[in-house]
């Protein structure tokens, strides 16, 4: 069957939501499971006293983006049917700063601070409140960041593309820099123990 | 802290999962995974509750709402319906399940509250501005090979690491 199955019809469009409800039960119990509830555990990685984050967002998206580089050689699925991230320069580059910010400052991302609330962190509910409360002042204040909202517009472009190079080749350098990357955490992190012992 | 990080999963083999997890996502729906959408999903219908024509009237509240498509209605939300449903669950294996409120060393939980709060609104407006938060925009963007992914990664880790130094108390012993 060629994927993505909901857009071509092989799974009815009902199933959609019972599908999204069981994605997400995988989706929290792997995070729960993997330490994400816990702000002390995420704002390690900033800090250097525990790169969870790294080691499991890393893995993460090298997994997911080689199973669909493979699924897509394979056939398996029509890649021309997958949804690409749009590129809003400004957008994305003024939103990202601003949501490393309040990662550091909440301890939390979105999704971790659900697993939070879920096992009754109530700082996770609080940065939960304040989420409705961000998005809520963005959406009503709209119209002061329009334009910086659909500001340098480049489309659904591919890193690759920007880079001039090969799918296949960024995947096998993005893997290399995922690598040295756990191997110097690794050792970062035994030498950051050490010294606060 | 370091004791207490024992029982948690691998983080390679979690990761792994979460790929998977992910690259199933992608497979079934053509889309991948996501956590802010589904706070601006209620918050578009809950104003729209309250307000329809405020709503309707809005350039961005409209832009999510459709005659037909009732906006809680929406992937996201059982989606995130199911990450609660699951992280209990973990969370209930291990016996995490307490009501606390975890903070640093050198901070009362009065100050951690406070600083959650004050994370949780700018990360919301932020996913607002960047069309995504870690899960959706960054790590499924990443998925995708989209260069918003990337950029969204580096962005929201970098924006961390600048200004980890000023908020170092907030954390460290």
């Known amino acids: ?81 997958i949804y690409i991230n749009q590129t809003y320069l400004w957008a994305v580059l003024a939103g990202g700063v601003i949501m490393g910010l309040g990662f550091i400052t909440g301890g939390y991302c979105p999704g971790t601070s659900l697993t939070g609330v879920a096992i009754g962190k109530i700082d996770a509910m609080v940065f939960t409140g304040g989420m409705f409360i961000g998005i809520l002042f963005f959406s009503e204040a709209f119209s002061l960041f329009e334009s910086l909202y659909y500001g340098h517009y480049l489309g659904p472009v591919k890193v690759y593309e920007v880079l001039g190079i090969s799918s296949g080749l960024f995947a096998m350098l993005l893997i290399i820099v995922a690598i040295a990357a756990f191997i110097i955490t690794a050792w970062l992190q035994k030498r950051i123990v050490k010294v606060e012992k | 802290m370091i004791d207490r990080s024992k029982k948690y999963a691998n983080p390679y083999l979690s990761g792994f999962l979460l790929g998977i997890i992910l690259l199933a996502t992608f497979y079934i729906t053509g889309r991948g995974l996501g956590a802010s959408g589904a706070v601006k999903s209620t918050v578009v219908a809950a104003v729209n509750a309250v307000s329809h024509t405020h709503a309707d009237n809005s350039a961005y509240y409209s832009k999510f709402i459709s005659d037909d498509h009732h906006p809680m209605s929406n992937w996201l939300v059982f989606e995130v319906l199911g990450v609660l449903a699951g992280a209990f669950l973990s969370g209930a294996i291990a016996g995490r399940l307490k009501l606390k409120v975890e903070h640093g060393p050198r901070i009362t939980y009065k100050s951690r509250l406070v600083w959650a709060g004050v994370g949780g609104v700018l990360f919301g407006f932020g996913s607002q501005l960047g069309r995504g938060c870690t899960s959706g925009a960054a790590l499924s963007g990443m998925a995708n090979l989209s260069l918003a992914g990337f950029l969204a990664m580096l962005t929201i880790f970098g924006g961390g690491y600048l200004f980890a130094y000023f908020f170092r108390k907030l954390w460290l012993s």
């Open chain 1, 1 to 81: 069957m060629t994927g993505p199955l909901i857009p071509m019809g092989v799974i009815g469009q009902g199933w959609d939501l019972v599908i999204a409800l069981l994605i997400g039960i995988a989706f929290g119990f792997v995070l729960e499971s993997a330490g994400f509830s816990s702000s002390r555990k995420l704002a390690g990685v900033f800090y250097g006293y525990d790169f969870t984050v790294l080691r499991v967002f890393f893995t993460a998206a090298i997994t997911a983006m080689v199973g669909l580089l493979y699924f897509g050689y394979m056939g398996w699925i029509d890649l021309s049917a």
